[in-house]
Each structure stands twice: as C-alpha cells, then as structure tokens.
Nanobody
Framework: HVQLVESGGGSVEVGGSLTLSCKTS????????MAWFRQPPGKEREGIAY???????DYADSVKGRFTISKDVAENILYLQMRSLKPEDTAMYYC????????????????WGQGTQVTVS
C-alpha cells in the first residue's frame, strides 16, 4: 500500500527559500521514479523535477538552477529544496511515485500525495 504525504509548505517572501518533504511508505526507492509537480491557481498541474532510482535528476526550465530534488532512502523521504522563490512559484505542490517511467508528465506516475501549499509574496 503506497502512501505519500507532503509537508513543509507555507508562506515565504520573494527571494526566500523553503524545503518540502514527502514522507513515503510502500515505495521501493531502488525501483521507483519520484517527482514533484505543482499546480498554480487556475492552471494545469506541471512536472517540475524528478529523480530516477539511479539518482539521475531533471528539472523544468522554470525551476532549473533554483530547485533541487533529493531523497533519503533510509528515511523514505523525498525532498524539494527551493530557493530564490518568485511569486510565480505560488502553487500547490505534489509528490508522485512512478513504477515504470520517469519524466515530467503526469501520466508517468501512479501514486500521488495530497499536496502542500506554497505561497510566495
């Protein structure tokens, strides 16, 4: 039974930093692809970062150089370190786990958390 629970969201000033966490259970980090998505108000959900089980990472252009995805396999936690935050980073952030594929498309992921809100102003 796979469960993903995000935390760490909140309100932050422009230029500030925030780290999101995704506590997981039932996920085999050695075989799953893990990712972060976000959904700004009134917009579609978009993939922003993923980490392959071999630790390969990739990022959307909108966050490249500012966000870092990582995982703690021993603690079963996925992280998203965000810095130099902008108002356009305001969104609900979701973590996701995929069994077969690894990328920034929603269709590649099988399990989702409930989300954590990030507001930048």
């Amino acid at each position: 039974h796979v469960q993903l629970v995000e935390s760490g969201g909140g309100s932050v000033e422009v230029g500030g930093s925030l780290t999101l966490s995704c506590k997981t259970s039932g996920v085999w980090y050695n075989s799953y692809c893990m990712a972060w998505f976000r959904q700004p108000p009134g917009k579609e959900r978009e993939g922003i970062a993923y980490i392959h089980h071999d630790l390969t990472t990739d990022y959307a252009d909108s966050v490249k150089g500012r966000f870092t995805i990582s995982k703690d396999v021993a603690e079963n936690i996925l992280y998203l370190q965000m810095r130099s935050l902008k108002p356009e980073d305001t969104a609900m952030y979701y973590c996701a786990a995929g069994i077969m594929w690894c990328g920034l498309a929603q269709s590649e992921y099988d399990y989702w958390g409930q989300g954590t809100q990030v507001t930048v102003s």
